[in-house]
């Protein structure tokens, strides 16, 4: 990591890279908190959990470069594969491929997301992906972590569905709604379905009694039907701006409900193409810390898709998801809203954490959460990530390409 430099307090303890994994120090460090504040200081990390926050003077078994910044691990609770694979594709293949890619990122945690496809290809992608993820986990894979599965689908807008096939989009149901569920596992974490749709006030009440975020999009809905949505129970907007009506002086649309409504948060891509960067700016303004920067990052798909102007295109030229990584977000995001680091980071870690109901766990730096962390250099590249305190991507012994 630059020029870190690590010293194992005790040799003879367990340990990777030197340093030792029942407990160490890293530091001296900005640390960006999550919280939209940042201070200097040192991280105790104590069997894979932040024990606490110390003064920068003081000794230290990892010392980071001058000028390093310690954030919270980014989440992207939006992804449909990393690299060259497809979760939809590839299935549990794409799970070790996205921990290492995703780690290369800053990120600890990522959120596999299965787009509309035949019903039965749905259910098999989320249940080998949640045993790849289990199976990388028990196995003690390095990289980011799978945190469980978002469907992107199939209750949708047949007006709204862009690049989601409409022979693939089935009527909602209690019925399905449970197999979804099943398929899962107890991995399911969100789903992004269309509140107005015939069956989906019904699926959405199984999707809430076995606490998955419901998340509106691809959706013709306007402001009433939004309201109506949150009131039964959605938390999340799926790509704020895309795959909805526009925001309408007269008519407005879904989007107007979810801004309006302090309990819900909006994710948006962040890319200067799904979303015009005046906009993001917008967004920010009027939704402050509420706003999740989400990449719905799209691998190449097959024949048909192409990457044009920094998005992933179909043939006929619609937008099927972008090109963008979730370090890359942050940085755009400081850029368009004219942020600091400390506030930019929020939209990525605890914004993100808290959508998919992780926030206890991580999304923050505090005393007793997961020493999940990311390692920027003052210039805002990643140098390093940490996933349970454990020294997943260095940047400095990572081949050339993969460095941020």
């Known amino acids: 990591?630059?020029?870190?430099?690590?010293?194992?307090?005790?040799?003879?303890?367990?340990?990777?890279?030197?340093?030792?994994?029942?407990?160490?120090?890293?530091?001296?460090?900005?640390?960006?908190?999550?919280?939209?504040?940042?201070?200097?200081?040192r991280i105790a990390v104590e069997r894979g959990r932040i024990a606490e926050i110390l003064p920068p003077d003081g000794p230290s078994d990892l010392i980071l470069p001058d000028g390093a910044i310690v954030a919270p691990g980014?989440?992207?609770?939006?992804?449909?594969?990393?690299?060259?694979?497809?979760?939809?594709?590839?299935?549990?293949?794409?799970?070790?491929?996205?921990?290492?890619?995703?780690?290369?990122?800053?990120?600890?945690?990522?959120?596999?997301?299965?787009?509309?496809?035949?019903?039965?290809?749905?259910l098999h992608a989320a249940s080998d992906i949640a045993e790849a993820a289990h199976e990388l986990q028990e196995n003690g894979g390095r990289g980011a972590r799978c945190l469980g599965i978002h469907f992107e689908g199939p209750f949708l807008s047949p007006k709204f569905r862009r690049v989601h096939r409409h022979e693939w989009i089935v009527p909602a149901s209690r019925e399905r709604a449970q197999e979804m569920v099943d398929a899962c596992k107890g991995t399911l974490l969100m789903v992004t379905l269309a509140p107005e749709v015939d069956g989906a006030t019904d699926a959405a009440r199984i999707f809430l009694e076995n606490g998955v975020t419901c998340s509106a999009g691809h959706t013709a809905a306007k402001y009433r039907e939004g309201k109506l949505a949150i009131g039964l129970g959605y938390r999340s907007?799926?790509?704020?701006?895309?795959?909805?009506?526009?925001?309408?002086?007269?008519?407005?649309?879904?989007?107007?409900?979810?801004?309006?409504?302090?309990?819900?948060?909006?994710?948006?891509?962040?890319?200067?193409?799904?979303?015009?960067?005046?906009?993001?700016?917008?967004?920010?303004?009027?939704?402050?810390?509420?706003?999740?920067?989400?990449?719905?990052?799209?691998?190449?798909?097959?024949?048909?898709?192409?990457?044009?102007?920094?998005?992933?295109r179909s043939e006929d030229g619609t937008i099927a998801g972008s090109a963008l990584r979730i370090d890359q977000a942050?940085?755009?995001?400081?850029?368009?809203?004219?942020?600091?680091?400390?506030?930019?980071?929020?939209?990525?870690?605890?914004?993100?954490?808290?959508?998919?109901?992780?926030?206890?766990?991580?999304?923050?730096?505090?005393?007793?959460?997961?020493?999940?962390?990311?390692?920027?250099?003052?210039?805002h590249q990643v140098i390093g990530t940490m996933v349970g305190g454990e020294l997943v991507y260095d940047a400095m012994t990572a081949p050339a390409a993969a460095v941020s």
């Not at 994710?267 to 939704?287: F, K, N, S």
């Not at 691998?299 to 192409?306: E, Q, T």
């Not at 929020?346 to 962390?373: F, Q, Y």
């Open 237 to 312: 907007l799926t790509h704020a701006f895309n795959g909805m009506p526009t925001l309408d002086h007269r008519d407005p649309s879904i989007l107007l409900a979810f801004v309006q409504d302090a309990r819900t948060l909006v994710q948006v891509i962040c890319d200067g193409q799904h979303v015009a960067p005046v906009m993001v700016d917008l967004l920010r303004r009027t939704l402050g810390d509420r706003i999740v920067l989400a990449t719905d990052n799209m691998p190449p798909a097959g024949p048909g898709y192409h990457i044009e102007g920094g998005v992933m």
């Open 74 to 122: 980014l989440i992207d609770v939006h992804t449909n594969g990393a690299g060259e694979f497809l979760f939809n594709r590839d299935q549990g293949n794409a799970v070790p491929v996205a921990a290492a890619e995703y780690a290369r990122m800053g990120a600890t945690a990522f959120v596999a997301s299965v787009m509309t496809a035949p019903w039965e290809s749905m």
């Open 330 to 379: 942050v940085r755009n995001y400081m850029e368009y809203a004219e942020l600091p680091f400390e506030k930019a980071i929020v939209g990525a870690t605890h914004a993100a954490a808290k959508i998919v109901g992780h926030e206890r766990e991580m999304g923050t730096i505090a005393p007793g959460m997961r020493a999940d962390l990311s390692l920027w250099n003052a210039h």
């Open 1 to 41: 990591m630059g020029a870190a430099h690590a010293r194992p307090s005790n040799p003879n303890d367990d340990s990777f890279g030197g340093l030792p994994l029942s407990r160490y120090t890293l530091g001296p460090a900005t640390l960006a908190l999550g919280d939209g504040t940042s201070v200097a200081g």
